[in-house]
Structure formats: C-alpha cells, structure tokens
C-alpha cells in the first residue's frame, strides 16, 4: 500500500494501514488497499500453485518490506509478520534493507529468536493458535523439540491497551508462566516481566498499545511444587527456601517461584512455605 514498504512510520493513518496490510499475506477476505484492489492472499495462493503444478516444492519471499522499522509500529508490524510466515508454512524471506540492530524493528526478531537475551527462541514446533478478533490482535504459538515448552506469541495492533483472556488447550502449563514484552515503554530491551497466573489452563492478560508480548510455558519447570531445592524430595530445606524467598534474602530464578508456589496464585508467600513444611 501506498507510503508504507520502505517508508519511515508515518502518521497515524499510515501506522493503521501498515498494521492491516499484513492481512494480504494470507486472508483471503481482506481487500488490499493498494491499486490491486482486490484480495492478495499471497502465500495461500502461491502454496495452491505448489499444489497444482509441482507439489512439494518450498515457498519464498525473496523480499519484502512494510516500512516503519525505527519506530514500535514497524517493530509490532514485524513481529505480526513473522508469525504469518511460521504459520503459513514460508520456508525463507528475505527482508529488503534490514534494521540496525538497535532499531525497535530488530526487537521483533529478537521476540523469536533471543527473547531473553542468553539464545531462547520462540518453539520450532507450530501449533495451532487464533484470535476472535485477528484485526486488533494476533496470536502465535510453537512447541519445542521435546514438547514440553510452550511459547505463545501475543501481537496488539491496536492504538490503546486490550484486555484478553488467553485459553490453553492440549497442553498442560501448571499453575504459572513467563511474561516478556517489548513496547514503547522500553525501546532499547525486551522486558521479562516475571511469571503470570495460569488457572484451568487461561489466564488474563492486559496487552499495552502497540506491544509484542511472549509467554513462555515450561512443563520441565512446574511439575514438582513443593521442591524448591529441586533435589527430588520435600524436605525442611525447601520450607526454609521458601521463607527466604518471601523474605527477600535471595530472589528466586523462575523455575524456584514456580515450584515455591504451591497454591498456584503466581507469587510466593508464608502460605507456600508453610503448605511445604507441612
């Protein structure tokens, strides 16, 4: 669409319409708003030629570019981008004119591919995810190899916060999980936001304007609560852990929370320790 590929991130009007051209990726009831003027629904239809003429052969996008990429708005557009591309089964792309590694637009694929900064990814597994409203927000999910890591991809195209409730299903995420997010709050890092409820497999979330939020949900790291020490036993050494957590005197890495947190509310108090000791 016009003012948006290799562009700067423009007015408002531009950001909202670099946000929808997305859709002509792959919806085959969005209208481009280009002079095409009708549905593009690119790599849906390209996968049909595969199919017709000659089946098996991998799909590229050996270039693209939806502009924006110093700014959130490209980054968010980016981010929605690579998780079309997983989704839909692209092979490779290749992005025209790459951002600095500072620029927010780098941040989008540091959400897939270095999240917290020591080489954790997005899952290698695709699984299916959707939205009720993939307009305003988008979601994409992934397993890892051994399947028992969950990584959910949550995208808000929208110009003020949304409130969602995010439903798992086949998957069991215990009682907790690991909130990251970049938005404009912080350009320069993707925060970790630390763990986020799970009750009956949902939780809630409240996604800031224009934001790109991962979570992060390890069966690996939930599945003893009790045993803080990780050593395979309840003992009065993981109560005292748990005390010293509450206290302050250490702080707690992950997987110590969630298994410190044994009445699955996401923080760690008196309680926890004294549901271990007994």
């Not at 005292?240 to 699955?264: K, N």
């Amino acid at each position: 669409a016009s003012g948006v590929a290799l562009s700067s991130a423009g007015s408002r009007t531009t950001q909202e319409l670099r946000l929808r051209t997305t859709r002509s990726l792959w919806d085959t009831g969005y209208t481009d708003e280009s002079w095409i003027g009708e549905p593009v629904m690119l790599i849906p239809r390209m996968q049909t030629w595969v199919d017709d003429l000659y089946p098996g052969t991998m799909l590229a996008v050996t270039e693209y570019n939806f502009g924006g990429l110093e700014h959130i708005n490209g980054a968010v557009t980016q981010a929605d981008v690579l998780g079309i591309f997983g989704r839909e089964g692209l092979h490779m792309a290749c992005l025209w004119s790459p951002p600095d590694s500072s620029d927010p637009g780098a941040y989008a694929f540091r959400v897939f591919l270095n999240y917290d900064g020591n080489g954790s990814q997005f899952g290698s597994l695709g699984v299916e995810a959707g939205s009720s409203d993939e307009e305003s927000v988008s979601v994409y999910a992934a397993l890892n190899d051994s399947q028992s890591e969950l990584t959910c991809v949550v995208v808000n195209k929208e110009f003020s916060g949304v409130d969602i409730t995010l439903q798992l299903e086949n998957f069991d995420a215990g009682v907790a999980g690991r909130l990251f997010r970049y938005d404009d709050s912080n350009l320069s890092a993707i925060q970790n936001l630390g763990a986020v409820p799970v009750t009956s497999g949902s939780l809630n979330l409240v996604l800031p304007a224009q934001s790109i939020s991962l979570l992060v949900f390890n069966q690996d790291e939930c599945l003893n609560h009790g045993d803080v020490t990780r050593d395979g036993s309840l003992t009065a050494a993981d109560a005292q852990m748990a005390f010293e957590i509450v206290l302050g005197v250490i702080s707690p890495t992950y997987t110590e929370q969630c298994a410190a947190d044994c009445d699955g509310n996401a923080s760690v108090s008196a309680a926890d320790a004294q549901l271990i000791f007994l």
